[in-house]
């Protein structure tokens, strides 16, 4: 922990100071050594948050894009039970960040606990096994009604270079597929075309390119290899930090509600979270930006 309650206010640690933990109010003490991050840790060799992780640099990194009042605050529920969550803001989301991995259960639990809540993913482990793909136009634009974009397929040859900033190459008509699949619509495909079913696909034009890049806010389709399948099924909204200044929203894409990611920047985020009410209000007024480049 970074901090705990000195007199009654939060504090940080530092040698020689008489703290108690603002969970469960048991004595704390400061562990200050050169080859550790100072922090916090309970007396007694108990952690009395059983969700609480061991802090790297990248928790504290996050953490400090808040104010101090904002981090390590203590949750309780109408039952009495206790968390700490890594940030909660003036307006009520919580904010977890999260290294280590979870089992659905204890995703479901906190979820459940806090209630409008984000999570944001430490990325970099997985970053080799994650492919980011061809952008895709707003969902909620118009112009795109009958399109359904073709898959992405992962790049295999890492000396071929991939244009990120690019719609899609391939996709095909509902109007055209429902001729032989009559009431077929974006939201019933995986109910009214069987498995493989065969469509014609058409290449795209640089006159759709142009309309999709004028309509782009920030969705792509992506490969992940391997992928951890708790984030996939989770109810908050979920966002992975690669390190760089983006971050990659977990999302469903319009009407199909395939599986893509939409790119936020971080400091969109850090601002929505400290103004909006409601988790799943952040970055929800899109503003144009560069889509990067994976060439």
Known sequence: MKYALVNGR??????????????CGAPMVAKCGPRVIHHWAHKARSNCDPWW??????????????????????????????????????????IEVQHSALSDEEREARERFYGNLIWILDG????????????LPDP?????????????????????PRNYDRPPHAFWLISEAARDYPGLTKANIDTVMPPGAMVQIHGTSPELEAQVQASYTGHH???WTRPRRTWLDANSPV???????????????????????????????????????????IATRFYPISAPNGG
């Open 221 to 223: 389709q992506f490969y």
């Open 239 to 281: 966002y992975i930090d690669f390190g760089d200044e983006f971050l990659y929203r977990l999302e469903e894409y319009g009407a199909t509600r395939r599986l893509c990611v939409r790119l936020v920047a971080k400091p969109k985020l850090v601002y929505d979270a400290m103004v909006e009410r409601r988790a799943e209000d």
């Open 10 to 23: 939060k504090a940080k640690a530092r040698r020689g100071l008489a703290a108690i933990c603002p969970g």
């Open 53 to 94: 992780e061991n802090e790297t640099d990248w928790h504290r990194e996050w953490k400090s894009h808040f104010p101090e009042e904002c981090r390590e605050v203590s949750h309780t529920a109408p039952d009495g039970e206790i968390h700490r969550a890594d940030i909660k803001t003036p307006t009520g989301i919580v």
């Open 140 to 160: 909620e634009s118009s112009g795109f009604e009958d399109i359904v974009w073709g898959p992405y397929v992962r790049n295999r040859y890492r000396s071929f």
């Open 124 to 135: 970099r482990p997985f970053r080799k096994s994650f492919e980011l793909g061809w952008m």
